[in-house]
Each structure stands twice: as structure tokens, then as C-alpha cells.
């Protein structure tokens, strides 16, 4: 139990274009979903936290007119970067937490995102 | 001061040996604690998580001590496939739920 999907799981775009993330609890609910990004050899870095049905939550220093999120259901959240730059170029997780007491994460396996 | 720490490593030990990482932690009101393994270009998947009395999981035991404020993780018996990195991940309630996790420790288990 407890699977998270990520899709796509690599993206080659080039510099000005928006590249949409999608991640997906596969077998339950998930309340809150988070989402990170994580540069070679660095840690994981939150970006931002988001709640079925409301806006996001998003870290100091991440622009969130560049960084669109939508939790629109339990089971779907997507991240938008939009108006990509090479410097935006990395890996980045979700994970998702059926709440409820239980505050373990669960990670999609990452999309690795290049930007050219 | 960071808000979760961790020594980086790398830890290089043979197959067999015991290895223990510690983490620490600076907030008093952290409330969940968890190791997560990471391998190399991979998502982190959960190893355990920690509670205040301790808890082992086969070769792996996490204990909490909440006075000092930090969580350790021993390995017994280390296999090659324990090779990768651990992460500490402490989290608490600010409005929402909101956890923080370590730079990691890389393991390297060698024959």
C-alpha cells in the first residue's frame, strides 16, 4: 500500500516553456501533499505544502506565480513551472500523507526535469 | 544553526560491521521523527519511523531522545545493499503540518 506516482518521470523542455508535474496517491487519500525539489548532491529541499481543496503553502524564497500548484483531489496534485530556465533545472518529489494522525510521507519516484 | 543536522559522511565500513548515525534537531515542539533511505538519483522511501521508547526493525534500531534533542539509527551486521544515504526527517505543527528533512549521511558497505 501507500503508492505515489509521479508523471512524467523525465522532461527535456526548452527555456520559456511550462512543464506540468502530476502525483498521484494510488491507493489512498492523501490530505496534504508536498512537494519538493532536490539539486545534485544537495538535500531535499520543500518547496511547498498543499491541502485537498485550497490554496498552497509555499517555502520563503519559492515564487509561487512560477511554481503553480493544484490539489484538485485526495489523489491528484500538480506542479506547474511555468516559464522554465535552465537554472530551474532538477529533480523534483512529491510525497503524500493520509493525515489522520499518521504523518509519514510517501514519495513518488521524481521527475528529473532539464531545461534547455 | 541548521534546523536539522546531520554528519554528511561518508561512513565506509565492511559488510558485518555495526554503524550508528545521530541527528539532531532544533525545534523543541518537533513532534514526528523518521529515517529514510535514499538511493542514488532515487525518491526516498521510508526506513522506519522513531519513537520515544526506541523501536528495531530487524538489524536496524532508531531511539529518540527528546531532552537532547536528537534520534539515532544503528545498522547492525551492514549488508552492500545498506550502501546509500539516510536522511533524518523531524516534523511538527505550525498551522499545518510541515516536516524538515537532513542533508544525510552517506553509507558506503564495502566486501
Excluded at chain 1, 47 to 69: C, H, P, R, W
Excluded at chain 2, 36 to 43: A, G, I, P, T, V
Aim: one cysteine or more; charged letters at 20%.
Amino acid at each position: 500500500g501507500a503508492v505515489v506516482s509521479q508523471h512524467p518521470s523525465r522532461v527535456i523542455c526548452k527555456s520559456g516553456t511550462s512543464v506540468k508535474i502530476e502525483c498521484r496517491s494510488l491507493d489512498f487519500q492523501a490530505t496534504t501533499m508536498f512537494w519538493y525539489r532536490q539539486f545534485p548532491k544537495q538535500s531535499l529541499m520543500l518547496m511547498a505544502t498543499s491541502n485537498e481543496g485550497s490554496k498552497a503553502t509555499y517555502e520563503q524564497g519559492v515564487e509561487k506565480d512560477k511554481f503553480l500548484i493544484n490539489h484538485a483531489s485526495l489523489t491528484l496534485s500538480t506542479l506547474t513551472v511555468t516559464s522554465a530556465h535552465p537554472e530551474d533545472s532538477s529533480f523534483y518529489i512529491c510525497s503524500a500523507s493520509s493525515g489522520g494522525g499518521d504523518d509519514t510521507q510517501y514519495f513518488g519516484p521524481g521527475t528529473r526535469l532539464t531545461v534547455l | 544553526r541548521k534546523e536539522v543536522e546531520q554528519d554528511p559522511g561518508p561512513f565506509n565500513v565492511p559488510e558485518g560491521a555495526t554503524v550508528a548515525f545521530n541527528c539532531t534537531y532544533s525545534n523543541s515542539a518537533s513532534q514526528s521523527f523518521f529515517w529514510y533511505r535514499q538511493d542514488c538519483r532515487k525518491e526516498p522511501k521510508l526506513l522506519m519511523s522513531v519513537y520515544s521508547s526506541g523501536n528495531e526493525d530487524g538489524r536496524f534500531t532508531a531511539q529518540l531522545n527528546r531532552a537532547s534533542q536528537y534520534i539515532s539509527l544503528l545498522i547492525r551486521d551492514s549488508k552492500l545493499s545498506d550502501s546509500a544515504t539516510y536522511l533524518c526527517v523531524v516534523g511538527f505543527k505550525t498551522g499545518g503540518f510541515k516536516t524538515i528533512f537532513g542533508a544525510g549521511t552517506r553509507l558506503f558497505v564495502k566486501a
